[in-house]
C-alpha cells in the first residue's frame, strides 16, 4: 500500500472538514475547497485527523488512496495559508506590469502580451521583473504560473525568458569562432 496513503492529515484550528454524497468540503480561514472522492478510497474524519483507506485492497485501489491522500493534503493547506509561486523576467526590457486583473508582459515580442488573472488567484507587483501569484488551490496557481512562463520559457544559451523564481537554467555553450 502506498506510503502516503497511511498519511494522516492533521488539520490546524479553523479548519474543518464534511463529506457529503462522496463529495469533501474543506473550509478554513482563506476560502473553501470541495473534490469529489473516488470510488475506491475510503475517507474517514476524526475530531483533528483525515484519513484514506482502500475499499478493496486492488492495485488500483492503492494508487488512488496515495493521490486522494495528497489532494485532500493540498486543500488542508490551502485553505489554512495558501499557495504561491513566483516568476521573474530575465532580460532587457523584460518586465511584468499588474494593473486589476491583468498582466502586462513585455517579453521581447514587437507587441506586449496581456493575460487576464482569474477571479480565485491574486498576483502581485514585487518589481518591474518580479510577481508573485497566490491563491488556496495549488492546481490552478501552478497551472496560471505555467501559463505565465509559457509566454517566453528560458533559452539555453543567454538565459534571457520569464523562470520560476530560485530556477535554474542550464546553460549552453555558442559557437566557438573558426580558429
Avoid: W
Wanted: overall charge positive; glycine content about 10%; hydrophobic content about 35%.
Amino acid at each position: 500500500m502506498s506510503r502516503i496513503g497511511n498519511r494522516k492529515i492533521a488539520m490546524p484550528n479553523g479548519v474543518s472538514a464534511t463529506i457529503e454524497n462522496e463529495i469533501i468540503t474543506v473550509k478554513g480561514t482563506k476560502g473553501s475547497l470541495t473534490e469529489k472522492i473516488n470510488d475506491l478510497v475510503e475517507v474517514i474524519i476524526n475530531e483533528n485527523t483525515i484519513e484514506t483507506k482502500a475499499k478493496k485492497e486492488t492495485k488500483e485501489a492503492n494508487m488512488c488512496v496515495g493521490t486522494m491522500n495528497s489532494l485532500i493534503n493540498n486543500m488542508v493547506i490551502g485553505v489554512s495559508t495558501g499557495f504561491s509561486k513566483g516568476l521573474e523576467a530575465v532580460g532587457v526590457g523584460y518586465r511584468f506590469q499588474v494593473s486589476g486583473n491583468k498582466i502586462n508582459i513585455s517579453a521581447g515580442f514587437s507587441h506586449p502580451v496581456i493575460i487576464n488573472v482569474p477571479s480565485d488567484l491574486k498576483v502581485e507587483q514585487v518589481s518591474n521583473t518580479e510577481i508573485t501569484i497566490s491563491g488556496i488551490d495549488k492546481q490552478k496557481v501552478a497551472e496560471f504560473a505555467a501559463n505565465v512562463r509559457k509566454v517566453r520559457e528560458p533559452e539555453p544559451y543567454k538565459g534571457k525568458g520569464i523562470r520560476y523564481k530560485g530556477e535554474y537554467v542550464r546553460r549552453k555553450e555558442g559557437k566557438k569562432a573558426a580558429k
